[in-house]
């Protein structure tokens, strides 16, 4: 096991990280822009160094100066979070080259896997049903040619994309081209990647994904579903599991096809295998997310398995000392996401409590919520035997969150947990648009 860890992140999951680890009895080396040198998880750490700039670009994104620290501190492993360097290849090989760990998938496994036209063609040799589409298109003229050859509505889509950033629907020819632009001047910018391509538009449709952790020993495991299909512009808002539109039979099915085909990519680490569920009951495989999950928490809640602990572990290269037929889900978990909605400084903070109630944050009173990240705040889950009994213990806990002098989106998600088409289970991922 690492003695020592370094945390490239920042906000919430950098607090988590480092709360793990000090379960784990690890120590913490924080990494933080000036923008941040007042931050939670900087308190926090065992260790703590200034690596740039505000922007991401000159500290969270600064390859070179994170491995020059975490070689000064002695740190043996880095752990990416979410976001920033957590599905970069390149960096995952860098510390490699110096020695380092980098706690999630080899950078062989990430390359192959994190173009998502060519991921859905090894996905379809599993066994798992594949969204009609295409690879990479290179052009606006491709682009029209396989959109017309598949039938509109499409979806265009960045091939090294996620977070819901270069993506766009396309409804007919005449929205192709703006489109077509827009997306792949915004897959550029965010992931210095152009590249995009086309699949069939599934609707109306819930937006359905399966936990896995695989270690390196041949062992896989799948801790259930989480339903994500409450999203404004392609950006998750509330999760709950198990989905509520799954049943039992397609549940254990899925999981089960889920599992053999992490096995067969010879995948190792934590990921998340997305679907597009339709009206029909069909399971679509969409991408898979080769880290961890802001969403996590709710299975954490669910099954009592600990995914950053985990996430440790198998990086160390210990085995997984449970099966699936260990796994257990009891009751439901719901999560809200709470985002600031500007820039500000927090003057008070009160977090709900009670049993199966959790906040996870990096809010303190007097931080300040900057321009240059996420808005992300924090998450408040909920756990309970029954969808009912989570719901009341989610409108409570939202009622009972206080965050002052910062606006945030605490009412919305209160009227959202209380809208009788999500009470009653039967959302799709149009509920926020109908809104």
Not at 24 to 49: I, R, W
Not at 395 to 410: D, F, H, K, Q, W
């Amino acid at each position: 096991m690492f003695s020592k860890i370094l945390i490239a992140n920042r906000g919430e999951i950098a607090v988590r990280i480092i709360r793990a680890c000090k379960e784990m009895g690890v120590s913490t080396v924080a990494v933080y822009s000036v923008a941040d040198k007042n931050a939670l998880h900087v308190a926090l750490a065992d260790q703590s160094y200034c690596i740039g700039g505000p922007e991401a670009s000159e500290s969270y994104l600064n390859e070179e100066q994170i491995i020059r620290t975490a070689l000064v501190a002695g740190a043996q492993a880095i752990h990416p979070g979410y976001g920033f360097l957590s599905e970069n290849a390149h960096f995952a090989r860098l510390c490699r080259k110096h020695g380092i760990v980098f706690i999630g998938p080899n950078p062989e496994s990430m390359e192959r896997l994190s173009d998502k036209a060519i991921l859905k063609e090894l996905i379809r040799k599993t066994g798992l049903s594949v969204i009609p589409g295409t690879k990479a298109v290179v052009s606006l003229e491709e682009a029209g040619a396989a959109a017309a050859r598949i039938g509109y509505p499409v979806m265009l889509k960045a091939c090294a994309g996620g977070g819901g950033r270069g993506i766009r629907l396309i409804r007919s020819d005449d929205e192709l081209e703006e489109a077509y632009y827009q997306a792949t001047a915004e897959a550029a910018a965010a992931f210095g990647d152009s590249s995009v391509y086309i699949e069939k538009y599934i609707y109306p449709a819930r937006h359905v994904e399966l936990q896995i952790l695989a270690d390196e020993h041949g062992n896989a495991v799948c801790l259930g579903d989480r339903d994500c299909s409450l999203q404004r512009r392609n950006q998750k808002l509330l999760e709950e599991t198990p989905s509520p539109g799954v049943s039992e039979p397609q549940r254990r099915e899925i999981m089960r096809l889920a599992v053999d085909a992490v096995k067969q990519l010879g995948y190792v680490g934590a990921g998340t295998l997305e679907f597009l569920l339709d009206k029909d009951g069909n399971f679509w495989f969409m991408e898979m997310n080769v880290r961890l999950q802001v969403e996590h928490c709710v299975t954490e809640m669910l099954t009592g398995y600990d995914l950053v602990k985990w996430q440790i572990r198998i990086a160390a290269g210990i085995q997984l000392n449970f099966t699936q037929d260990d796994v257990r889900m009891r009751g439901v978990a719901i999560e809200c996401r709470i985002n600031a909605g500007s820039c500000g400084t927090l003057q008070m903070l009160h977090v709900p409590g009670g049993p199966s109630v959790r906040f996870d944050t990096c809010l303190i009173e007097g931080a300040t919520v900057s321009p240059y990240y996420d808005s992300l705040l924090g998450k408040l889950v909920a756990h309970a035997g029954t969808r009912e009994e989570t719901l009341r213990k989610m409108r409570a806990s939202l009622c009972e969150l206080v965050i002052r002098g910062i606006p945030t989106n605490i009412e919305e998600q209160l009227s959202i947990v209380q809208d009788e088409r999500f009470t009653s289970g039967n959302y799709d991922l149009t509920f926020m648009g109908s809104r």
